[in-house]
């Protein structure tokens, strides 16, 4: 059966067809969460949340983009929701955690954690998103925009300002490599 | 200037999809899905019958102050319904310009 036919059913009320939506898109919703949460814990928690959230809110999905998009729409407004929740200070405290936590897992898949990762992770979330969505899955600005829920303007200059931070900060680790 | 930034954002898109390298995501079984929908399902609808009752409650009583005020005191039930209409009007209004959270994308 196809996704169209399954959104249908599911729509109408049928568990086994909104089920099967809900394990196709499990990895693409999953390896999106981690990407912009560098968190493997905070990954699975938001998984779970916006498939409960999206068993709620099957019958207002309305088709105009890939439900894969709708999840991830729903996905990102949980994950800024529970950051905006966070004191300042805190907030800084697992950025820095988060990172660490995905570092490990570089380490023992012997690969090394580049400077651009870093450079990511320090970024804040309403920056890390939208250059996600923009550069890894190749949406355009307007649908980030719709998305997210703002406006394109904004979407451009927030994937405008990550983009400068990490060469910046690129360039700061090549600076200090010079100097040593 | 243009081919650094399309490195840059080439660098980015590959150091990303590393991250699903880096964290097996085994996707559950159906029978995990085929649970967790049933069980939200059933959870949506007994807190939908607990609103529905709660609203009736409230609905009961309010029609019941109503009809009382209404037989006892008819001039301040007139008066009641200016801020009643104006309240309602407000409410459409507001209602109308706010988009649903999660209508679609």
């Known amino acids: 059966m196809e996704e169209k036919d399954l959104i ?18 499990y990895s693409i919703l999953f390896h999106y969460l981690l990407k912009i949460t560098m968190n493997r814990p905070l990954t699975e928690d938001l998984v779970q949340e916006t498939m409960l959230k999206c068993i709620q809110k099957i019958g207002m999905y309305q088709e105009k983009a890939k439900f894969s998009s709708w999840l991830i729409s729903i996905a990102s407004h949980l994950y800024m929701d529970q950051i905006r929740k966070q004191k300042t200070e805190k907030k800084y405290n697992e950025q820095f955690k988060q990172a660490r936590n995905l570092k490990w897992k570089a380490k023992t898949s012997n690969e090394e954690w580049s400077e651009l990762l870093d450079a990511l992770s320090l970024l804040n979330e309403e920056i890390r998103i939208p250059l996600v969505l923009k550069h890894y899955y190749g949406y355009t600005y307007d649908e980030i925009g719709t998305l997210l829920k703002i406006p394109t303007g904004t979407v451009k200059s927030r994937t405008h300002n990550g983009l400068k931070f990490i060469r910046e900060e690129l360039g700061d680790h090549e600076r200090k490599r010079g100097d040593a | 200037m243009k081919e650094n930034e399309e490195m840059l954002e080439q660098q980015l898109a590959d150091e990303l999809s590393k991250i699903e390298k880096w964290v097996n995501a085994p996707v559950p079984d159906i029978v995990f899905f085929e649970q967790l929908v049933a069980e939200e399902k059933k959870r ?4 939908l019958i607990k609103e529905l009752f709660y609203f009736a409650l409230t609905a009961a009583v309010i029609l019941c102050c109503v009809a009382v005020m209404l037989i006892r005191l008819p001039v301040f039930f007139l008066l009641l319904q200016i801020p009643v ?3 309602a009007v407000f409410f459409l209004f507001y209602h ?8 679609d994308i």
Do not use: C, I, T
């Open chain 2, 85 to 87: 209409m104006a309240a």
């Open chain 2, 44 to 47: 949506n609808r007994q807190q």
């Open chain 2, 96 to 103: 109308q310009k706010k988009d649903g959270e999660w209508n």
């Open chain 1, 8 to 25: 249908q059913q599911a729509k109408k009320g049928d568990q086994h067809a909104l089920s099967l939506l809900l394990q196709q898109n």
